[in-house]
């Protein structure tokens, strides 16, 4: 049995700010910010909230997968920025669509959590434990961002994707490469959160994220080629053989490195951060939605996704549409 994307689905908030905006926050230009990252425009939440935004990807990949919500068995939100510490969102988004009969629970991994909840629901759809799955990236970043600090508050930007997973016949996820490193969870980290404790002293963590930008970037040049040469290995297959290379939306610059060690060229590499900036786990979700909206995706293309962020975490999914 395989596991296989069926439906997808996205959304933005409707405010954007572009880097100009930005300038007008702290000491930036858009000349800067498009240079060093390639972003011009982010989405940032005013009315919606993480979980709004997940529920209205969700329902489109529904619609789009021609999938009823009571058949879904399996309901991940990978979030870093759930509007509840507990429950979770994706118990949120179960009441929402109606998804009764799903098991319902959140993956924390930041920008690769995506790839990790696509990682979980193979697992469970090849064992024959669900039939459908529904996983979904939503962030609200703008909640957790240092406004004051220029070299994180332009980076990050807000949304949801989402995409049906259900068994079948024909190929589909065809392999993976994921993993962890704790020991550099401090390169990315987002520290603060309340603590009511009264054995414990007030005080703590800020309660935005921190970044060691230079670390991060080495790090990501030098995992992902990595995890996507591991990830064609196992299934046989080539990097020519791949037609598109869906990397996270995080940085340009990130992905033109990515892309030369690969030795593929630049073309197979779409991105949308210019529009979108790093929305974390929902980068890879938007991005292949919107490529499948835009009709790019054909039955039988061998796609690389491929993430890596906070924790620090990272992963590559082969599969074929
Ligand atoms: N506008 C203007 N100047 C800025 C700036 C901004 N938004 N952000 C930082 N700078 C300044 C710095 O203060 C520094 O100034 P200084 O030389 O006077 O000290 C200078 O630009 C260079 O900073 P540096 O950090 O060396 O820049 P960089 O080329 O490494 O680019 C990042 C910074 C953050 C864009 C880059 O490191 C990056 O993209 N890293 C990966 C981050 C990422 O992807 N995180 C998410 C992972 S999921």
């Known amino acids: 049995m395989n596991t296989k994307i069926i439906g997808t689905g996205y959304d933005l908030p409707a405010f954007t700010a572009d880097n100009d905006y930005l300038a007008t926050l702290v000491d930036t230009s858009d000349e800067w910010i498009v240079e060093r990252t390639g972003i011009r425009v982010r989405h940032l939440a005013k009315e919606e909230t993480t979980t709004s935004m997940a529920v209205q990807a969700a329902r489109r990949a529904l619609e789009h997968a021609g999938v009823s919500a009571e058949d879904i068995g399996l309901l991940i939100v990978a979030t870093i920025t759930g509007d509840t510490e507990t429950p979770s969102t994706a118990c949120r988004v179960q009441a929402e669509i109606g998804a009764h009969k799903a098991v319902a629970f959140d993956i924390n991994a930041a920008c690769s959590g ?15 434990i669900y039939r459908n799955a529904l996983v979904i990236g939503a962030e609200t970043l703008s909640k ?11 980076l990050f930007g807000d949304g949801a994707g989402a995409a049906v997973l259900c068994a079948a016949e024909e190929p589909g996820i065809l392999s993976q490469s994921i993993g962890s490193n704790g020991d550099k969870w401090e390169v990315l980290a987002c520290q603060g959160r309340p603590n009511e404790n009264p054995l414990c002293e007030k005080g703590g963590k800020p309660g935005y994220l921190t970044m060691d930008g ?30 598109y290379f869906l990397l996270h939306q995080a940085n340009k610059r990130i992905i033109q490195a990515v892309a030369k060690r690969l030795g593929q060229p630049e073309e197979k590499f779409p991105m949308n951060l ?44 082969l599969l074929e549409w």
């Open 274 to 317: 210019d529009q979108c900036g790093n929305t974390s786990a929902a980068s890879l979700p938007i991005l292949l939605a919107q490529m499948d909206e835009q009709g790019l995706l054909q039955k039988g293309d061998k796609l690389i996704l491929s993430g890596f962020g906070a924790g620090l975490t990272w992963g590559a999914c």
């Open 114 to 128: 995506f790839l990790y909840g696509v990682h979980v629901a193979d697992a469970f759809i090849r064992s024959g």
């Open 144 to 154: 957790i961002i240092d406004w004051t600090d220029r070299s994180t508050c332009v």
């Open 214 to 243: 230079q670390e991060v970037f080495k790090f990501a040049v030098k995992t992902v080629p990595v995890c996507v040469e591991e990830a064609l290995e196992d299934a046989g297959v080539t990097a020519d053989d791949v037609k």
